[in-house]
């Protein structure tokens, strides 16, 4: 995800240089009003002046933070990135046994996606926006919590008593559940909860593993 972060680091940051607390919370108002606007409207459809009138600002003052629209894409992705970096790529520094730590992981991330359920529709419906070396830092990403996925699935088959599973497909299998949340999650609420949904595909990853969470 380094070359995510260097994208970002790209992006204008105002006139504010060095007021990072106010750059910050002004890209957070761009971010959460585009991602309702592109939602809703369509990333084509929707203007940089829209989200100026939706925030009730200048279309210059939304320029003073991003150069073009696609760097707003861009914010909304690494907006999900900074909390796998800050609850749950911190996981595997933890003391925990390999059952816990993957339990512990599936539960954090689908609960990132969650909270990001409404920016993680927008980047899978709108991605094809943009230039190709923009949409490679999507895959990145997603290549990133994969192979976390695999380490914690790999470690729970090294402790033994599984089922012959590849770590891999069953990592990716994780991945899209989660993903399967943050694109249907108005259908999947009226089933389910975040809290139970995350059980259920928990309780699934075992069976394929071929033993029951909480087991030794």
């Not at 939706?54 to 861009?74: F, P, R």
């Not at 914010?75 to 993957?102: C, G, N, Q």
């Amino acid at each position: 995800m380094e070359e995510l972060e260097r994208r970002v680091a790209r992006i204008r940051t105002s006139i504010s240089k060095g007021r990072n607390d106010l750059v910050s919370g002004n890209r957070t108002r761009i971010i959460e009003t585009a991602t309702r606007l592109f939602r809703a409207e369509g990333y084509q459809r929707t203007a940089i002046g829209d989200i100026a009138a939706a925030l009730g600002v200048s279309q210059g003052n939304i320029y003073q933070y991003v150069e073009k629209k696609d760097d707003i894409l861009i914010l909304i992705l690494y907006s999900a990135v900074e909390d796998y970096k800050s609850d749950l790529f911190v996981i595997e520094d933890e003391d925990l046994d390999p059952v816990e730590m993957l339990i512990r992981a599936i539960r954090t991330y689908y609960a990132i996606l969650d909270r990001h359920h409404e920016k993680t529709t927008v980047i899978y419906h709108q991605i094809f926006h943009l230039e190709r070396d923009d949409r490679a830092l999507f895959g990145q990403v997603e290549a990133a919590v994969t192979a976390l996925f695999e380490r914690r699935v790999a470690a729970v088959i090294a402790a033994g008593g599984c089922a012959p599973t590849d770590a891999f497909l069953l990592a990716s299998n994780i991945v899209s559940l989660g993903h399967t949340w943050a694109l249907k999650r108005r259908r999947l609420k009226a089933h389910s909860d975040i809290d139970g949904y995350s059980q259920t595909q928990i309780d699934y990853v075992f069976r394929i593993l071929g033993r029951t969470p909480g087991t030794g």
